[in-house]
């Protein structure tokens, strides 16, 4: 039984080296806030392929590797103790130490008030909206970024994978980091999905209080922020969520329930109206060509409501790694993402052409955004070095003109006002949150403080924070 649990704990050991790398290369320069809110919260709806490429990239390895290691250790050495557990510290050791962890520690220990002064309470905020309300569609593009673009419009392809995308944030409204393409850059605690939506509609980064019990309340999820979705229904919006994955991974469907009581149709939704079958999912749920089709059902009927409304939308094909590649997509290139990419593209042309002849089209703004950078850590390899990689933005119909487009210096955190700013709504000081509305001429804060600056300080501990805003200890 003892030479079985020294097999065990070597193999374990090695696994262990090699998760490191599965970690770095699968989810790039992930963050441990990243890391505690998916152990803390449901991972139901996840893809089946996270867990086979978690078996082949670190538990095969780890047996291969571990196995004879475990049996020289076990047959030839004496002190087969003290071996085994100096490779399990040193294993896990170095394991940390690769994903930054001991950093993540050190600034769980570092307070910082930086959040505590720059934040500014929403519900504190004279919002006025304009007496004919525009309607909204915000569509958070899945790992969507300006590097898919060619280099003549600032990308990094030889080929533009995206011509629609980049023809309509140049004919349209797209803030910009450059006098190009260009959009938003990411901070931690915004650079997953939910981490995306919630600090795209909050104007926070999403953070977890390692402080308190480890318990995140579903039933009480980011309480005591005021949302876009809470604005909206106060000025007498209805709210709408499409995705085509199960909204309960990742908490979007506690937070956007929460925070303004959003009508969520997903995965499970699909299957309860007897749109598809169990047997029928796909990649996460349901690929992007019924997405857009469930889409154009619900618009059609929401459009002859009275009351305004806020249709979100949440794509999956582009989803690390490698996206997923309809039967509709071409083939084109020679990598798949390349060509999931490209699919993208094309749908998301088609769904704008089908908006457009719509008779509610003139009067509902159009945000087309990526919710983060890509994950995809392979795809961008050989993209030049100092290469700044921004997240896609466009604003379409707006009746308000940006006192400054290009130039600037952002965060998704901004698109929160910015929004709001979009649909003509007069926001005292244009800043809620941390986020500045982009159509004025207020600096944002990594305008004001820099970036590297502000990533610092968001990194560390705020009790402001844990005790305001996440309101658990």
């Known amino acids: 039984m003892k030479k079985i649990i020294y097999y065990i704990l070597i193999i374990f050991a090695c696994s262990l080296f090699f998760a490191s790398y599965w970690a770095l290369d699968t989810y ?18 996840i893809s089946l392929q996270s867990f086979s490429k978690l078996a082949t990239d670190v538990f095969l390895p780890g047996i291969i590797i571990g196995l004879p290691i475990a049996y020289v250790i076990v047959e030839y050495i004496k002190r087969k103790k003290i071996i085994t557990v100096a490779i399990l510290v040193v294993t896990l050791t170095y394991g940390l130490y690769n994903i930054h962890m001991f950093t993540y520690i050190y600034n769980q220990i570092t307070s910082s008030k930086f959040i505590e002064e720059k934040y500014i309470e929403t519900k504190n905020v004279k919002i006025n909206f304009p007496k004919e309300k525009k309607n909204l569609i915000y ?40 006098n190009n393409l260009g959009g938003a850059l990411s ?52 709210n709408y969520l499409l995705l085509g994955s199960d909204a309960n991974y990742g908490c979007r469907k506690q937070y956007f329930e929460q925070h303004g009581n959003y009508k969520l149709f997903d995965l499970n939704s699909a299957i309860k109206e007897n749109k598809m079958k169990e047997e029928d999912i796909i990649w996460w749920g ?11 059902e619900d618009l059609i009927r929401i459009s002859k409501n009275k009351e305004p409304f806020n249709y979100s939308i949440l794509t999956v094909d582009t989803h690390f790694e490698d996206g997923y590649l309809a039967d509709t997509c071409d083939n084109k290139y020679p990598d798949q993402y390349s060509n999931v990419i490209s699919c993208a593209d094309n749908k998301i042309k088609k769904f704008m052409n089908w908006l457009e002849k719509q008779e509610f089209y003139d009067d509902t703004v159009v945000i087309i955004t990526g919710d983060h950078l890509s994950m995809d850590t392979d795809y961008f390899k050989n993209i030049e070095k ?38 003509g709504a007069e926001i005292e000081g244009n ?34 924070y844990n005790d305001n805003i996440l309101a658990y200890k």
């Open 28 to 45: 790039g320069n992930f963050t441990g806030d990243e890391l505690f809110f998916h152990f803390l919260v449901p991972l139901g709806g």
């Open 139 to 178: 569509i958070y593009l899945e790992s969507f970024e300006n590097t898919y673009s060619n280099k003549e419009n600032n990308g990094q392809q030889a080929t533009n994978l995206i011509p629609y995308l980049t023809k309509l944030a140049n004919d349209n409204t797209n803030f910009s980091n450059n």
């Open 187 to 238: 901070l931690n605690g915004t650079a997953w999905t939910s981490a995306a939506m919630v600090g795209q509609t909050s104007g926070l980064p999403l953070k977890i209080n390692t402080s308190s019990n480890g318990i995140i309340d579903l039933h009480n999820f980011f309480p005591n922020s005021k949302t876009l979705g809470e604005v909206l229904k106060e000025n007498g919006y209805k």
């Open 286 to 296: 349901f690929d992007d060509d019924d997405l857009f089709e469930y889409a154009k």
């Open 386 to 423: 100092d290469y700044t990689r921004t997240i896609y933005n466009v604003i379409i119909n707006s009746d308000v003109k940006p006192k400054q487009e290009k130039n600037r210096q952002f965060t998704t955190l901004d698109m929160f006002p910015t929004t709001l700013g979009a649909l």
């Open 431 to 464: 800043r809620l949150a941390l986020g500045t509305n982009l159509y004025s001429n207020e600096k944002t804060i990594i305008e004001e403080h820099g970036y590297e600056y502000v990533t610092k300080e968001l990194d560390k501990r705020s009790t402001f």
